[in-house]
């Protein structure tokens, strides 16, 4: 894709589904008696591997456009997979899936792409294998391709030494079938859809947080049944985004994004764009199913540096990109602390965007946790994405505000998680 700049980007729009939602209707739905209606679903390719995957595990599920039906058949309704699981590029379906497939009377063996199958998974592989799971990395490098073997679980408590959303379910997914409780500290409270979705399921689910830290606790016991539900997912903040972040650093625009979910685990990217000096301005805002949703509207807006660091990491982490890119324009310095996490993303994204916005003319330098940016005028580059969705849709946004043209390689990776991210742009045009 090859873009350049423009101003005035103006008018109305939704983006697709969140991800995190949408595959955790069909995961829960799967596993749950009878039928789970799902309305506004996201059809990006991870979230459609989850379905390949139950499929293959013996779910029925029909897809309508957006609309998705799970035919549920009850906590012990899956059955053994008759070739291996295809995760593609998904995390998300890779970790919360294996917490799932511990728990069943089957052996299945998880795998996928290049880079998929070289991120941690023994960060799952640990806390599993000591609730009893007999759960191996195949090539014994500590990634996927995974080899599930059936366990006899029993709940512990875990304290886990990252605020990650796919572990935490993960080992509280196990904890359905486990003898006892399960229990998950985090260092700071990551995504909390999990929680959220899985007691609207009627899962006997609890959050705490220890008062005067910022720990976060939740616990799962088993329970004898979860109930089908109708679900209609909130526009996904993380696609969102890309769009406040055109709407404030493009001259002349003003943008409304309707029906984003703003849960408080996912929002950081709002608190950082006002404390950035960023014109936002949430209207409309409701629950539906648990979940916070508003619209927001954003205009164009001189920004300047901030620091981003501590328990907000968590809930802004997939905008990162997006956010270096306001802060390579904005004045004065950026830094970004605390953020280790993303060397375990898609790709190592320290990396992908530190060397994308030095190619555009930043001063940008690594950090071992982060980055420090000093805002300036970027120039158009060729942007290497290694197939990172994230880095492709934050780079066409910097393409926006640079000087000449920019060249997106590999653009197609961004239908991982928003096939339609550039028709989204036409309708601002
Ligand atoms: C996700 C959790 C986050 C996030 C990912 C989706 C989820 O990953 O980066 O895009 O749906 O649970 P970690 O749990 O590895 O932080």
Do not use: W
């Not at 894709?1 to 955790?24: A, W």
């Not at 512990?156 to 904890?175: E, F, N, R, T, W």
């Not at 950035?276 to 949703?293: A, P, S």
């Amino acid at each position: 894709m090859e873009l350049c700049s423009i101003t005035g980007l103006n008018g109305k729009i939704t983006v697709p589904g969140d991800k995190s939602v949408s595959h955790r209707c069909v995961m829960f739905g799967s596993i749950a008696n009878g039928m789970t209606e799902i309305h506004n679903f996201l059809k990006g390719a991870d979230c459609l591997a989850t379905i390949r995957c139950f499929r293959t595990l013996g779910i029925e599920i029909d897809e309508n456009g957006s609309s998705v039906l799970v035919h549920g058949k009850g906590l012990h309704g899956l059955s053994a997979p008759t070739d291996i699981l295809d995760v593609g590029n998904s995390g998300t379906t890779t970790r919360l899936l294996s917490g799932i497939l511990s728990g069943q009377p089957f052996e299945s063996k998880l795998s996928g792409d290049k880079s998929l199958n070289s991120r941690p998974m023994e960060r799952i592989i640990k806390p599993l294998t000591q609730m009893g799971a007999n759960i191996s990395s195949i090539l014994r490098n500590g990634c996927a391709p995974l080899y599930i073997c059936p366990g006899s679980l029993h709940g512990i408590h875990y304290d886990s030494p990252v605020a990650s959303a796919q572990v935490k379910s993960c080992i509280l997914l196990a904890g359905l079938y486990a003898e006892g409780e399960t229990s998950v500290t985090e260092p700071s409270l990551s995504r909390n859809h999990t929680e959220l979705m899985l007691k609207e399921f009627g899962a006997d689910i609890r959050s705490a947080h220890e008062p005067g830290s910022t720990k976060a606790t939740a616990s799962i016991s088993p329970c004898k049944e979860l109930y089908g539900q109708k679900i209609t997912v909130p526009g996904d903040v993380s696609s969102a985004a890309y769009f406040i972040a055109a709407g404030l650093i493009v001259p002349d625009s003003e943008i409304l994004i309707e029906n984003v979910g703003i849960n408080p685990t996912r929002s950081g990217i709002l608190k950082v764009c006002e404390d950035m000096g960023g014109d936002i301005t949430l209207l409309n805002e409701r629950v539906e199913g648990g979940e916070k949703i508003a619209d927001i509207l954003v205009r164009t807006s001189e920004l300047h540096g901030v620091t981003i660091r501590g328990d907000i990491i968590p809930t802004l982490i997939d905008e990162i990109p997006v956010i270096a890119v306001m802060a390579a324009v904005a004045e004065g310095t950026t830094v970004i602390k605390d953020a280790a996490e993303l060397k375990v993303k898609e790709t190592d994204r320290i990396e992908t965007i530190c060397d994308n916005l030095t190619a555009m003319g930043c001063n940008v330098t690594p950090t071992s946790d982060g980055m420090i940016i000093t805002g300036g005028k970027l120039k158009g580059a060729a942007i290497h994405t290694l197939l990172d969705h994230r880095i492709a849709m934050a780079f066409s946004i910097a393409a926006l505000v640079a000087e000449g043209n920019t060249k997106i390689l590999d653009s197609k990776c961004i239908d991982v998680s928003y096939p339609t991210f550039y028709d989204t742009f036409e309708e601002l045009l």
